[in-house]
Structures are given as structure tokens and as C-alpha cells.
């Protein structure tokens, strides 16, 4: 069985190349380097983006940094789940690499693969609604809990 918890904000203010990811198993994703999952979530949020016309995002690795530590602090549960600290990476990112005109995030965390989170996301309006937006950069952050649960930050950004 897999559980998926998701929470979506937004706010106004080094491409991965897109090869289709092996079908990994649950199990296997929460075992998985952090890196391949990343990967393999943009690969399926690009694969959504494509099917609606829109663009690929590309990927940041200082917006992988920033989602990669807001995972794990939900992980390790210095920061409960939802969007705390989101204008502040919106801000570390801005301070660091330019002005930000409009940015949002996904989160959600269970016991899911790559595919799995991102269909939730497509389900969910609200998250749908940050997939399908005017960005042009992302960045994909997970983490494992001391619970076996994988926690999913994804950010985008325009400048």
C-alpha cells in the first residue's frame, strides 16, 4: 500500500537530460541514491509539462540544495511537513542568483516512487497548478524519515 501526503505553495515575486528512468519499486525508491530519484522525478514532471505544450524546467543545483534541506529537515522532524522557510529559499536563491519574479513548491512525502509523487501532484489541483506554470527552473530535493517515509520538495522559480 502507499500513502501520499502532499502540500502545495506558491507566490509571485544545468539541464538534466530527459531519458525515460527504470520502473523502480517503493521499496526501492527509499533506498535509492537521492540523485537517480531526483532525477527521476523531473524527468516525469518534464514528461507532464511536454504532454500540456509547456516547456521543460531545468534544473538548479543551488534549488536542488535548497528543496534537498527542506526534505530533510522534514525528515528528521525539525520542521513539520508543509512550506515552512519557503520565502526564505525563495530569498537564498534570489540573494545568491537574481531576482525572482514568481516561485512556488510541492511537497509531499510516502512511502512512493518517482512517478507515484508525481501523479499525485498531477491530481491534486494545486500542485498541478505549480507543474503547469511559468517557470523555468526547478529544483527536486528527498529525504528518508526515521519512519521508512520519503519526503519530496519541489521547487520553481522565473526570474
Not at 25 to 46: E, S
Request: include cysteine; aromatic fraction near 8%.
Amino acid at each position: 500500500m502507499a500513502v501520499l501526503v502532499m502540500a502545495g505553495s506558491q507566490a509571485d515575486a544545468c539541464a538534466r537530460k530527459a531519458t525515460p528512468p527504470a520502473r523502480s519499486t517503493v521499496k526501492a525508491a527509499a533506498t535509492m541514491n537521492a540523485a537517480t530519484l531526483n532525477a527521476q522525478i523531473l524527468y516525469y514532471v518534464n514528461k507532464y509539462r511536454a504532454s500540456k505544450g509547456l516547456a521543460p524546467l531545468v534544473a538548479n543545483k543551488l534549488m536542488d540544495s535548497l528543496a534537498e534541506m527542506h526534505s530533510e529537515q522534514m525528515a528528521n522532524g525539525t520542521t513539520p511537513f508543509g512550506h515552512d522557510g519557503f520565502e526564505d529559499r525563495v530569498a537564498t536563491y534570489s540573494k545568491l542568483q537574481g531576482k525572482v519574479s514568481r516561485a512556488a513548491e510541492n511537497v509531499a512525502y510516502g512511502n512512493l516512487d518517482a512517478e507515484g509523487v508525481v501523479n499525485g501532484w498531477i491530481h491534486s489541483p494545486g500542485h498541478r497548478k505549480n507543474m503547469e506554470g511559468n517557470y523555468a527552473l526547478s529544483g527536486i530535493g528527498t529525504a528518508v524519515g526515521k519512519n521508512g517515509m520519503i519526503y519530496f520538495t519541489q521547487l520553481f522559480i522565473q526570474q
